[in-house]
């Protein structure tokens, strides 16, 4: 069997291959972030020879919102509706988690960030010119740091009582924790700024909170924003450490990503490789890389070449359904086992 096909394990998890489907924003759920048929519909079609699904960024407090019709995961009231979506998944054989954030500077309103400026790489929804009309971020200060990183806890303790296998921290692409992560937008000098080991605090606190929140057996996955891809940003370099930190606080999967600017969309196919190679060999967990990936022949080179545990595979699958099936046949793995329900 070719290695992007072969099962995987973490914790009590049994993924059935490597090809994950990473968490992209639809803007298609309720203005008040409950789950539609629509959105449902968007990933049931998608899981037939996908290992795993992770659902989009939910919003874990309302001021985090970033869209107008973003996903949340804010209330109780919600945990029925992402309970059926978690249901509608597992039906087709993939294990699915979902992904929690909070927007910080990039909330639709009475925004906050680590520090109080006017950042030129962080984009918010309806903008159009970068240099107009931005809102200066309020400064969280100590309670209102540690009351988010309680409303991520409350998130993901509500993933688990929707049925979901596994919860992704978002910390990459300008979001929040990504915020207090790089030097770009966290000019604090207290205990939560300067050094990359102050920067890292926030991040490792949320890690250990939603650790708690969840319990020892639940895996928690953290997406990190492994390369700003700005000069004065940070680097993989960096990150391999801030990998290892990540580790030890109880992250169990990476998922490397990067630009604060948001999602990179364009480039050669596998272009964040990088990340992978220099950043798998620093832990011991399995690491995820997506980046433009097109082909099954690229993704199980990247597997069987040790740059990666999983591949992400996100347009493509946008663009084609059953990519992940399609592709089994063609690269002649054996008889197929999904079967679409």
């Not at 789950?35 to 309302?62: C, D, P």
């Not at 966290?186 to 205990?191: G, K, L, P, T, Y």
């Not at 999602?263 to 050669?268: D, F, K, N, V």
């Amino acid at each position: 069997m070719l290695p992007l096909f072969e099962p995987i394990r973490i914790k009590d998890l049994e993924i059935k291959n490597r090809i994950v489907m990473p968490p992209m924003a639809l803007d298609i759920a309720t203005e008040q972030g409950a789950i539609t048929h629509k959105l449902i519909e968007h990933y049931r079609m998608r899981t037939r020879g996908v290992g795993m699904i992770i659902v989009e960024h939910a919003y874990v407090h309302s001021e985090g919102k970033a869209h107008p019709c973003q996903l949340g995961i804010h209330r109780d009231d919600l945990i029925s509706g992402l309970e059926h979506l978690a249901a509608e998944i597992h039906k087709q054989g993939a294990v699915v988690g979902i992904q929690i954030s909070h927007g910080g500077a990039r909330s639709m309103g009475n925004i906050c960030g680590p520090s109080s400026i006017q950042s030129q790489y962080l984009t918010r929804f309806g903008e159009g010119d970068r240099k107009n009309g931005r809102v200066l971020p309020r400064k969280l200060d100590q309670e209102g740091i540690k009351g988010i990183i309680a409303d991520f806890a409350r998130a993901a303790r509500r993933a688990q009582k929707a049925g979901f296998d596994f919860v992704e921290i978002h910390g990459a692409h300008g979001y929040l924790v990504n915020q207090f992560y790089s030097p770009l937008t966290n000019i604090r000098h207290d205990e939560y700024g300067g050094s990359l080991e102050r920067r890292l605090t926030f991040p490792l606190e949320v890690v250990k909170s939603v650790r708690r929140a969840v319990g020892k057996n639940m895996p928690v996955f953290y997406r990190l924003g492994a390369d700003d891809r700005l000069p004065g940003g940070n680097t993989v370099q960096e990150s391999a450490l801030a990998a290892q930190a990540l580790e030890a606080a109880g992250v169990d999967c990476l998922d490397l990503s990067g630009g604060i600017s948001g999602y990179l969309r364009h480039g050669e196919e596998g272009f964040f490789a990088y990340m992978g190679e220099a950043i798998k060999p620093q832990v011991t967990i399995p690491v995820m890389v997506t980046g433009g990936i097109k082909t099954g022949n690229k993704a199980n080179e990247m597997i069987a070449g040790g740059i990666a545990d999983f591949v992400g595979v996100g347009r493509t699958l946008l663009k084609e359904n059953e990519w992940a099936y399609k592709e089994w046949v063609r690269m002649g793995s054996g008889t197929c086992p999904y079967q679409l329900i």
